[in-house]
């Protein structure tokens, strides 16, 4: 465990060392700014437009949670699935480009421990990115009365998915020594996993109206993280789900940690 | 390896991961052609055996210095050792999507089922298919409703949503018209092969409609025409209500809808799973044999002999009879009623200082209300104050657990309180 901690704070100092973090801490306030005072405009607008006409069983349905803030995180898990490959490609193609995979090979160290560090390294990066989203709906709770755990629990769901693609971000980076090869490969397993697979499912389906519901269907409509999304977002932690994203981190960690430690047999 | 036998590889591994996506496309989608499968598949594999014979040299020595065999026996673990923990976390994810749990954190829990609702799928004896036909962008509110359902009893509750269009066979089949399907439909079918269809989307409908399935609808309860009696059937005059703001028009009433008539009562009664008609006795030698409950609406004309002799036989043999009379009518019933006054009860031990709903305005005798021609009071003290339609709401409301101490002329027997008790109480 010493060991993990210890390359995951190498690694995550490391990230902080190159303008990438910067960059992507910038992008992501910026767009979690907009997107948040768009949510807020689009709200207040709506808001009017149900005064305006009188439709007060409407305005009595509307509030922050619903109106606001799962439609704020709702955008943000996606602006995740954009950005996180720029953090996630040089976890160990940096080390397999630079040529300090040997060193970390050859040393006392397991496998495990170097999967974990940089994938510990990944979370705690993205925990800051949660953090800093989570600020623009805190600020709410000043003006406003929104629920609390509704809002924690969409919080929790944005870096539940966060994590999760770190996990596919760390396998991807383990396959290549190329960081833009390991950026492609990360932004184009997340592009399937995240939000392809529910339309692969939806357009193989059109027409034939047999087997929507099949069970081939539902396995690819679990395997998709959208699918996992927006009962959390609402409110509703289910048990299911948290284990999804635990499933699904851990699997890409044993494709890392294979792939990894393939180096010393090939 | 070249980088030529690299890249035939890459592209080779590529191909053979579309042969793979195709083919399990084919299992979803069944007219995919099998062509694009076959041809991905021999791509992939003619492009890696390339890369083989172009990397045979480097195959050949690594056999040779031992290199292979080595690679060989450790890959093999390691890639067995993967293998084998994804299929542990297959396994896990499969326990865990199976036996979840569900914590609704929102403060009001509107994921939450009722009570009511959970109790009713808890004791479901069968299976319930329950079938949404439903546009793909209009069905998610409708769908996390119907997937609580699923959810709580996913033993017995079986959830499909079908769009529409996918399936003209299976909407001609079931005779679901087109204006029902631009609103949705949702069907609820028990294994036994009864059915009913939804339009209205709410827990309490959802509900109500499972309830009145499952429940045995052998129980009917008649009001009593003939008399002048105040009616259930609608009449010319009797219109939809007018609909809200953004809502699409609600459907005409069953039942009456004017301020003088019990057609809300009705209502209510068949959303408790009753069935309900009008009887008029005259033209019958009996009250029918499945009349849980006969209601005599406030008559204003006198009976004949027969259809008195005809609700004494009636009640002889245990039937319930809710009896509202205005004093002021000109009216034989109090001969019946009179006849069925019983002997008092033992006062029943009450736990608490609260009202026993299930009592009558007697405490000595509970259930049972007190005849106006036993204890005379007042005309006055007797007379309708809201009406009957104002009355059974408030009834109805309360579940019918029984009369309240200030509604005049209720007679009920020991049947009618047995009936309060089975009733459940309405979903929320």
């Known amino acids: 465990m010493r060991h993990t901690l210890t390359i995951a704070s190498r690694e995550l100092r490391s990230l902080f060392l190159s303008p990438v973090a910067y960059v992507v801490l910038t992008l992501w306030s910026v767009i979690a700014g907009t997107f948040f005072l768009v949510s807020l405009l689009t709200f207040h607008e709506r808001q009017l437009q149900l005064q305006q006409f009188q439709m007060l069983e409407q305005i009595e349905t509307m509030n922050l949670n619903d109106n606001l803030i799962e439609p704020f995180i709702g955008s943000m898990w996606v602006i995740v699935l954009f950005l996180l490959p720029a953090v996630t490609m040089g976890l160990v193609a940096s080390e397999k480009a630079n040529g300090t995979d040997e060193l970390l090979l050859t040393s006392p160290i397991t496998i495990w421990d170097i999967v974990l560090g940089k994938f510990l390294a990944g979370v705690e990066f993205v925990t800051i990115l949660t953090a800093i989203a989570g600020f623009f709906p805190a600020l709410l709770f000043h003006y406003g009365e929104p629920e609390l755990g509704k809002t924690l629990a969409g919080m929790l769901c944005l870096w539940l998915v966060s994590v999760t693609y770190v996990a596919v971000g760390v396998f991807a980076s383990s396959v290549t020594r190329n960081q833009l090869v390991a950026f492609i490969f990360t932004f184009v397993l997340l592009l399937i996993l995240g939000m392809m697979l529910p339309f692969i499912v939806d357009i193989s389906m059109s027409g034939s109206g047999v087997a929507a519901d099949s069970k081939v269907a539902e396995v690819v409509r679990w395997m998709a993280t959208g699918s996992h999304v927006d009962r959390m977002l609402q409110g509703l932690i289910d048990t299911g789900d948290l284990a999804y994203y635990a499933v699904a981190s851990a699997i890409f960690l044993v494709l890392s940690k294979t792939v990894i430690e393939s180096a010393r047999w090939r | ?428």
């Open chain 2, 1 to 428: 390896m070249t980088g030529t036998a690299l890249l035939l590889a890459g592209l080779g591994g590529v191909a053979l991961a579309f042969g793979l996506l195709t083919a399990l496309l084919a299992v979803l989608q069944p007219f995919s052609d099998p062509i694009w499968i076959v041809g991905n598949l021999a791509v992939g594999l003619v492009l890696l055996a390339a890369s083989v014979f172009m990397s045979l040299d480097t195959l050949r020595e690594r056999v040779q210095t031992g290199a292979s065999r080595r690679a060989g026996r450790y890959g093999t673990s390691a890639v067995l050792g993967a293998v084998f923990s994804i299929a542990i976390l297959g396994f896990v994810a499969f326990l865990s999507a199976r036996h979840a749990h569900r914590f609704d954190v929102s403060e009001s829990q509107v994921h939450t089922l009722s009570e009511q609702t959970k109790g009713l799928l808890a004791k479901l004896d069968q299976d319930v298919a329950i079938t949404a036909f439903f546009a793909e962008s209009e069905a998610p509110p409708v769908r996390d409703l119907l997937d609580r359902y699923a959810f709580e009893n996913r033993e017995r509750v079986e959830l499909t949503f079908v769009e529409p269009n996918d399936a003209p066979g299976m909407i001609e089949e079931l005779g679901l018209g087109t204006e029902d399907l631009a609103r949705g439909v949702v069907r609820i079918a028990l294994a036994s092969g009864e059915a009913t269809t939804l339009t209205e989307f709410t827990e309490s409908a959802v509900t109500n409609a499972l309830q009145k399935l499952v429940k045995s609808k052998d129980k009917t309860i008649y009001f009593l025409t003939g008399h002048n009696e105040r009616t259930i059937e609608p009449g010319p005059d009797d219109q939809a209500e007018p609909p809200m703001p953004g809502h699409p028009p609600a459907p005409k009433s069953a039942h009456a809808t004017g301020p003088d008539s019990f057609g809300r009562a009705a209502d209510a009664l068949v959303n408790e799973t009753y069935e309900v008609a009008s009887l008029l006795l005259a033209t019958q030698s009996d009250v029918p044999e499945d009349a849980a409950a006969v209601v005599i609406a406030g008559p204003t004309r006198p009976f004949l002999d027969g259809e008195l002799a005809a609700l004494a036989r009636y009640v002889e043999r245990g039937g319930a009879l809710f009896v509202a009379v205005d004093p002021r009518a000109q009216t034989n019933v109090y001969p019946l009623l009179q006849g069925l006054r019983r002997r008092p009860r033992r006062r029943r031990r009450r736990r608490s200082g609260a009202r026993d709903l299930r009592s009558g305005d007697d405490p000595a005798r509970p259930g049972i209300r007190r005849d106006p021609r036993d204890h005379p009071r007042p005309a006055r003290a007797h007379a309708l104050p809201d009406g009957p339609q104002r009355r059974a709401r408030t009834r109805l409301g309360r579940g019918l657990h029984g009369p309240r101490p200030h509604e005049p002329g209720l007679v009920g027997g020991a049947r009618s309180r047995c009936l309060a008790r089975e009733r459940p109480r309405r979903a929320r």
